[in-house]
Each structure stands twice: as structure tokens, then as C-alpha cells.
């Protein structure tokens, strides 16, 4: 196989701030599709966007789970926005251990958005779905990339072999454990 280019469809999650009401809609619609069985339940701390709020000011910023980083950042920054003072902690959609944000509250593994990718497949992610003020929107788009040759490996043990990598067996073999006394086998 010979590398060349291709294209991929990139799949974001547009937000308006502007439009955001502060309803947590989106937050309460993401735990109740990622609960386990799904719908069954609806628990803000496993909600993979949650809702960064000033009430008195009328503020209210959506941020989505992000990627998983071993350790906290160095950078400090502070945004000001309509003259109120936020960290850069605040608007950060990384799992990190400095605070407890985007972490499963049952295993302690970090969170992150995946577009409420299922069988079948949703038309939208379901925060865009129950957004009444289209503070959310849903968009793809077509980039082009190279392709590289890879060796061919089955879906499962790619992930596994990832999750072996950043959390070690053990952690992993554990969360297996527990997820599946959850499950009841």
C-alpha cells in the first residue's frame, strides 16, 4: 500500500454563547444516553459537555469533553469577558487531575465526547438534538489527509491496547471488572 491522499469527514459541534440560556439540557440529554442501560438514568457528573455558568451576569458557555492529559497544565491564563476574571481552567475540556470534571464517578476513567456514536447511528448528537436556542449545532465537513499504510488489527484490541498504554493493565482490567459486575455478569 503505497501512501497518497484521502479525505475524512470531521464531525464538530458548533456553540453559539451567545444563544446558550444556561438550561443544561445538553448535559442532562448526554449522561441519559451514555447511562448504562441507556436512558436509564441521568447523572450531570457523567455528561461529556457541561455548562461553564456566571448567573448573575447572564453567562453561560458550553464546553465538551476533550482528550485525557496525565497531568496539569502550566499555563495560568485569565480571560476576562465583560469584565469578570475566568481561568483558562474554566473553558479546558480536558480530563486532568486537577479537577474532577469529565471523570466517570464510578471507575475515576476520563470521559470524553464521542458524538453519541451508536448503532444506529443518530442523526446528531444528542445535546444538538434537545438545544432549543441552536446554541449547538451539528456540522461535517471534508478534509483532505494522507494516508498512511497500517497494519490491519481488529477494533477491540486497538483500543484495549490504547487504554493498556495511558492507564496501565491493571486499571483497566479492573474497570473491565467493575463494569461488568454493573452489567450483572
Known amino acids: ?29 448526554c449522561s441519559a444516553f451514555h447511562a448504562k442501560p441507556r ?16 448567573e448573575l451576569n447572564d453567562e453561560y458557555v458550553p ?8 497531568s496539569e497544565c502550566n499555563g495560568r491564563h485569565i480571560y476576562t469577558i465583560n469584565g469578570k476574571d475566568y481561568s483558562e481552567c474554566s473553558f479546558c475540556g480536558a ?44 456540522v461535517e465537513r471534508e478534509v483532505e489527509r494522507e494516508e498512511k499504510p497500517q497494519q490491519k488489527r481488529g477494533e477491540i484490541e486497538g483500543g484495549l491496547e490504547s487504554l493498556v498504554n495511558q492507564y496501565g493493565m491493571e486499571a483497566v482490567i479492573e474497570s473491565l471488572k467493575q463494569m461488568s459486575k454493573s452489567q450483572g455478569h
Do not use: H, W
Request: charged share 25%; glycine share 6%; hydrophobic share 30%.
Open 63 to 70: 464546553i465538551r469533553a476533550g482528550d485525557y492529559t496525565p
Open 1 to 29: 500500500m503505497t501512501a497518497g491522499r484521502a479525505t475524512k469527514i470531521v464531525k464538530e459541534i458548533k456553540v453559539d454563547i451567545d444563544k446558550c440560556t444556561g438550561c443544561r439540557a445538553c448535559e442532562m440529554a
Open 95 to 138: 480530563s486532568c487531575p486537577s479537577r474532577d470534571y469529565f471523570v466517570e464517578p464510578d471507575s475515576g476513567l476520563p470521559l470524553k465526547c464521542d458524538m453519541c456514536e451508536s448503532v444506529p447511528a443518530l442523526e446528531e448528537p444528542m445535546c444538538v438534538q434537545v438545544c432549543g436556542t441552536d446554541a449547538l449545532t451539528y
Open 39 to 54: 436512558y436509564s438514568s441521568i447523572n450531570p457528573a457523567r455528561s461529556r459537555i457541561r455548562i461553564v455558568s456566571d
